[in-house]
């Protein structure tokens, strides 16, 4: 197993999974962490990590898990210390969100998910929460974003001759074959699975089939129920030449057209249904046509470069202790 590249699947699962604010008990637990004067207790830690633990079971069924999954846990502690140091610097900045900057937030929320108030209300009832509890969370969460931008986003510049060099020394992957950018969600055979079992999963695929339908965010539903990879990330496996992929998904990706779902697919290992979410021909791009592109890609990483040594001038300032 390549360690590096276990522990960036950790990193980005966790990113993704990790709850926006973390609440801090009042009632006497284990602490697995102590930053600066506020605890994080084994009752947040096992929240926080067990969607990442059932994730790490699925992805990591043949490897001996007693060695990753502690890896595992301190990725998810050290992301909870990060998020907290980070909650601490912005209780402590001028930061104010007014009212109806929350509320533009909430609406964008809800746009893009392609769902309505009502069934955000609906989803919050279902999980004990209720619309204020959910404001105040996102309005954390802004303070938090305009915090980490400030910090980190304002102090990072992007040259015209940093595009050009990049454009030159990448030019293979503007450059290629014809491609699409598809979401799946995989819900895959188990083994000497019967004709009842197939019928299940199928009738089970039907459904998620006819909840897309309907309406529901692909992203959402990949995230719940796909059994492949990408889950965490909405189910979305990046761009696709022809070859790359079983040839039955395939032929299906390279007809559909930008943002259409496929129909319920059946391939040899698994029912599918996908979503193309981007497409690009063959033939070179000119500099023209990536050049935002180009600039967000190096801003990325710039701004990533900041943001961990951010974090670690707040690690040096603050007194950590883990106790995991």
Same mark, same amino acid.
């Given at each position: ?71 595992? =846990?301190?990725? +998810?502690?050290?992301?909870? %210390?990060?998020?907290? $140091?980070?909650?601490? /610097?912005? &209780?402590?900045?001028?930061? @104010? ?37 959910? =404001?105040?969370? +996102?309005?954390?969460?802004? %303070?938090?974003?305009? $915090?980490?931008?400030? /910090?980190? &986003?304002?102090?990072?510049? @992007? ?166």
């Amino acid at each position: 197993m390549n360690v590096n590249k276990f522990t960036a699947w950790i990193v980005f699962l966790v990113a993704w999974m990790l709850t926006p604010a973390l609440t801090h008990a009042e009632v006497a637990d284990r602490i697995v962490a102590i930053v600066n004067d506020e605890v994080l207790t084994l009752t947040e830690f096992n929240t926080a990590f067990e969607p990442i633990r059932k994730k790490v079971e699925e992805n990591y069924k043949n490897q001996d898990l007693s060695k990753i999954m502690p890896e595992a =846990k301190l990725v +998810v502690l050290n992301r909870m %210390i990060d998020q907290n $140091l980070i909650e601490q /610097e912005a &209780k402590k900045s001028s930061i @104010v969100i007014k009212d109806d900057e929350l509320m533009d937030a909430i609406n964008d929320f809800i746009k893009r998910r392609n769902i309505s108030m009502d069934y955000l209300l609906r989803d919050l009832a279902k999980d004990g929460s209720n619309f204020e509890a959910y =404001k105040k969370e +996102v309005r954390d969460q802004l %303070i938090r974003t305009r $915090l980490v931008r400030r /910090e980190i &986003k304002f102090k990072v510049t @992007v040259s015209e001759e940093e595009i050009g060099e990049y454009y030159v020394k990448h030019r293979e992957d503007y450059e290629g074959k014809e491609a699409v950018r598809i979401n799946q969600i995989l819900i895959q055979f188990p083994k000497d699975m019967d004709a009842a079992t197939k019928a299940k999963l199928r009738a089970d695929v039907g459904a998620i089939y006819k909840r897309l339908k309907d309406g529901e965010p692909f992203e959402m539903l990949a995230a719940k129920y796909s059994q492949g990879p990408a889950a965490a990330a909405g189910g979305d496996i990046g761009f696709v030449e022809r070859g790359m992929i079983l040839s039955v998904v395939e032929n299906a990706a390279f007809k559909l057209q930008k943002d259409e779902i496929s129909d319920v697919i059946e391939s040899p290992i698994a029912f599918h249904i996908i979503k193309v979410v981007d497409r690009r021909g063959a033939g070179i791009k000119p500099i023209e046509s990536v050049r935002l592109e180009i600039r967000e890609r190096i801003e990325g990483e710039k701004m990533e470069k900041k943001y961990l040594e951010w974090i670690k001038e707040l690690r040096e300032k603050y007194h950590i202790e883990i106790k995991l």
